[in-house]
């Protein structure tokens, strides 16, 4: 399949036109030995009809959760996503456009970025925010940078709570030389406070905590929090966005940092992204932030409008003295997160986190009837673990029967509920591992 | 200018709803010191309501599917539709990252064709998808590299060389990852300047980041040169591979001596850019740099495809999981869907295109290097300025109202008044003449009715927006009081 539209005939004449002969000459720059003397080893190309048969057969060598209930998360829930997601984000004006930097042909891209920073500040109780970040990941790993920057320290202090993944990215963003990691450890699958105060000093550039941790679990942060401003060093929070209609903001904790997987909001798995990082901080470290950020302003006539703006911050301009590189950020995704907090809107997302919740304490007790033990006794909203005595081998039978189990931990297996899954899933989970551990 | 979605709220006329709770709903059981106190101003809208916004907004955007976008550095080409049906499959929708790899052995085997095409397309031996953009794909290579140095204990490589011409994301990634930049002149050709090179590369520099062709449109000439003379201190050649299209099926740059790249998925091979993201930057390496790539590594075995995480020498992970895989899948089909044949056409001519126009275009825009280019070129606004007072900007501004994206401004930063165009090669000739026949009427208004592209844009949505008042005081949330 091509996708070139030149005739023949428009070839000869234009490179007539540019006082050529061949489309070969046009590569007369190029030295000699460096040209490939055969084509490359691709295949033939395919037609449209060959590629649907093509793709379809290999997608349907996967297993998906269309077709097995989920109880995985850790990082990635698969929560329900409205139908007019899908019709909306089909607008090719959205997604084949480019990143808006010509103002007065993006007001559309640049207002839902606009209306996406106003809306992750409101998640996070946080006063501003960029138009997104690669992943949950990296947005912390930028938090990290920031927090050295604003601080001018390098240590930070990562939660051992915090998603494994999560401290693997910090820790290689630290081959720059410019951050120190060190772990503060857990302490029944939560936060040992008396250690990580220990641990805080006038070194500390930030703590990082994850909340509800990678456990599910939640951490009491008021003393960490004094702790940490008490050194003028920072609380960078970690957060779940839709956990955030239930629980305390890192505003309302006293963070100075909040970032996250905006995942949760209307993007699909899709095998891990992609996916978008949101990031907000307080006003006062706007110009630290990192990415890209739209402002309101006013056009000639003193209209209303929005431009992309504190540009000096950015790679671009700035060069060799930016404080980060990045550029292409995740912004449809960050559409999509913003098209479905509207779709739910305020009233949806709270009736959500609050199903997640009760789906998730009704799994608590039906574990526990079953004889099955929470590997943590701690407050959690919609993820948490239960001892198995071989992991891998119940979620290996799980899947024989037509389940996606948990996140395998050492001697436990790490369940999500998310909206999605009914009671008769949920009973029907509960009752296999139940069998299954006894075996 | 469309009201804001927090100005159209109509408190309880949102109707999302569950489905009935068919489990007992207790009190929650949190204690409340850890739930939220304050409210959330979200939107509170009917379903239409929403959609309509959201249509509304689309309207205020340009797209490729709008029009020629002609945006260089930035391969604004078609994006075929088939490869947007080909991603919503539920086989890769929904998918979970976690699942065991029994269960996503389609996944992995598409990745892992996918990483073998992109080291046949670049002379390459291996391949990570992780990095989820071009910039990130640097970062990634930049440790690639950084960690190389370590690893041979050679401790005293703290530069990384830098042409004038490059994007900003090359000094600005190795700035941030902690190495100090050495800015490499351009030689009055626009090339690489060979002795300012020679005279900056020691044993002190980790290597140089290099784009090819540079930003100029301009092949490097001496490229073999020029890897020789990084080589030969000891220094790795890194390709950012944001010009890709200029070459690809032509030649490669594995061959050319890079021993470390960067390709742009939503660049060179056709996935969206969705207004700004999400891209996708994988990085190839020669064999030598193999055990430094990210992990998970994906590996082929008798029985099936499986993520080694075993991997001592990595630099780590750089992304929650395995990088932008929907994006991924549509690159897989676009080279699926060309093949061999169709990847080299595809770059012949995107070429052909970008010296026909600039053919076209020299008679009414000063182009500073007027010979063969690669796939994009630059030319100015320099003549209008010095003649009408008419800049780039004006210019760039004035093609909005004849329903063009503007190209590139103002880069590279070598070059006064720099529009850098960049046609791709999905676009007609039919296309191009239009366009052609709008740059010249432009450059005529700019003669003889200046203020016809002083003043413009004439029939947007918003007239030029007052940048400077935006970052003054910068408002970046809406805010009801």
């Known amino acids: 399949m091509r996708f070139t539209p030149h005739s023949q005939a428009e070839i000869t004449s234009m490179l007539q036109d540019i006082g050529l002969n061949s489309l070969d000459e046009l590569f007369s720059d190029i030295p000699e030995p460096l040209k490939l003397k055969k084509e490359l080893n691709l295949g033939q190309g395919m037609s449209e009809m060959s590629l649907r048969r093509h793709m379809t057969d290999l997608s349907s060598k996967n297993i998906h959760t269309g077709q097995y209930p989920c109880f995985l998360g850790a990082g990635a829930y698969d929560h329900y996503i409205p139908a007019a997601m899908e019709e909306l984000l089909s607008r090719s004006e959205f997604y084949t456009a480019y990143t808006p930097y010509q103002a007065e042909i993006s007001q559309g891209i640049l207002q839902s970025i606009f209306e996406y920073q106003t809306m992750i500040c409101e998640l996070t109780g946080m006063e ?122 890192p505003g309302e904790w006293g963070a100075d940092i909040a970032v996250g997987e905006g995942q949760p909001l209307g993007n699909p798995l899709n095998f891990g992204g992609p996916y978008l990082g949101f990031m907000a901080c307080m006003k006062k470290n706007i110009r630290r932030l990192p990415g890209r950020i739209v402002g309101q302003s006013v056009d000639t006539n003193g209209k209303r409008a929005f431009v992309l703006t504190l540009q000096a911050r950015e790679q671009h301009i700035r060069r060799e003295r930016a404080n980060s590189n990045v550029c292409s950020n995740q912004a449809l995704n960050a559409l999509a997160a913003s098209m479905y907090l509207s779709l739910v809107g305020k009233k949806g997302l709270k009736d959500i986190a609050l199903r997640c919740h009760h789906l998730a304490c009704y799994a608590r007790d039906a574990f526990s009837r079953q004889g099955i033990q929470l590997k943590h006794e701690q407050p959690f909203f919609m993820e948490f673990a239960v001892k198995v005595a071989d992991p891998p081998q119940v979620n290996r039978k799980l899947l024989e029967e037509g389940i996606i189990g948990g996140y395998e931990l050492e001697d436990a297996l790490l369940f999500a509920f998310t909206e999605k899954r009914s009671r008769s899933e949920i009973d029907q989970l509960v009752t296999s591992v139940g069998r299954i551990n006894n075996e | 200018m469309s009201k804001l979605l927090f100005e159209k709220n109509v408190p309880g006329s949102n109707a999302f709803s569950l489905p009935p709770c068919d489990v007992p709903e207790q009190d929650i059981a949190i204690p409340a010191k850890f739930l939220r106190q304050t409210e959330m101003a979200l939107p509170e809208l009917s379903e239409v309501e929403v959609v309509r916004h959201y249509m509304a907004l689309s309207h205020q955007a340009y797209g490729v599917d709008d029009g020629l976008y002609p945006l260089g550095s930035c391969t604004m080409k078609y994006n075929p539709k088939i490869n947007e049906w080909a991603v919503r499959l539920p086989g890769w929708s929904c998918l979970h990252p976690l699942q065991a790899p029994e269960t996503v052995q389609g996944a992995l085997e598409l990745m892992y064709e996918t990483e073998r095409m992109l080291c046949e397309i670049g002379g390459m031996d291996a391949f990570t998808l992780q990095p989820a953009a071009g910039a990130h794909g640097e970062m990634t290579g930049v440790m690639i590299i950084k960690a190389y140095h370590q690893h041979r204990k050679d401790e005293r490589r703290k530069k990384i060389l830098v042409p004038d011409s ?60 020029i890897a020789r003379i990084v080589h030969e201190d000891g220094g790795l050649l890194y390709y950012d591979g944001a010009n890709l299209n200029a070459i690809m099926g032509v030649a490669r740059p594995g061959d050319m001596g890079f021993d470390v790249v960067h390709y742009n998925l939503h660049k060179t091979f056709s996935t969206p850019h969705g207004g700004g993201g999400p891209g996708s930057g994988p990085v190839g390496v020669k064999s030598f740099l193999s055990d430094f790539l990210p992990q998970p590594v994906l590996i082929k075995e008798k029985d099936g495809y499986r993520l080694d995480e075993d991997r001592p020498l990595a630099i780590g992970k750089i992304h929650s999981f395995y990088g932008n895989f929907a994006v991924v899948v549509k690159a897989y089909a676009y080279i699926k869907a060309l093949g061999s044949a169709g990847i080299r056409e595809a770059c012949q001519y995107a070429v052909l295109n970008a010296n026909y126009l600039r053919c076209k275009l020299k008679d009414y825009y000063e182009i500073p290097y007027d010979r063969l280019c690669k796939h994009e070129f630059v030319a100015t606004g320099r003549w209008q300025m010095e003649d009408n007072g008419v800049s780039t900007l004006d210019i760039a501004k004035r093609l909005i109202d004849f329903g063009y994206h503007p190209p590139t401004v103002y880069f590279p930063l070598i070059i006064k008044e720099a529009m850098m165009l960049e046609p791709t090669e999905t676009e007609s000739k039919q296309r191009l003449d239009d366009f052609i026949a709008v740059m010249q009427e432009i450059a005529r208004e700019a003669r003889e009715e200046p203020r016809q592209v002083l003043e413009a844009p004439h029939n947007t949505p918003v007239l030029r927006v007052d940048e400077v008042q935006a970052a003054r005081n910068p408002v970046v949330r809406y805010d009801k009081s």
Do not use: W
């Open chain 1, 128 to 249: 501003v925010s960029n138009a997104s970040l690669y992943d949950g990941a990296t947005a912390l790993a930028e938090a990290c940078k920031m927090a050295c920057e604003a601080t001018r320290r390098n240590q930070i202090i990562l939660s051992a709570t915090l998603h494994p993944s999560y401290q693997a990215v910090v820790k290689t963003y630290a081959m720059s030389g410019k951050m120190d990691i060190i772990i503060a450890p857990e302490h029944d699958g939560v936060l040992d406070l008396e250690q990580i105060l220990a641990m805080i000093n006038k070194q500390t550039a930030a703590v990082v905590v994850q909340q509800p941790n990678f456990y599910g679990l939640i951490e009491e942060l008021e003393a960490l929090e004094k702790a940490v401003h008490a050194v003028n060093g920072m609380l960078i929070m970690s957060v779940n966005p839709v956990s955030l209609a239930l629980l305390r903001s």
């Open chain 2, 166 to 225: 490059a994007h900003g994301t090359n000094p600005a990634t190795a700035h941030v990852m902690g190495y100090q930049v050495v800015e490499v002149k351009s030689n009055h050709r626009g090339l690489v300047d060979l002795d300012d090179l020679q005279a900056k590369m020691n044993d002190e520099v980790a290597g140089l980041m290099l784009t090819n062709p540079n930003t100029l449109g301009l092949f490097e000439e001496d490229i073999e040169d």
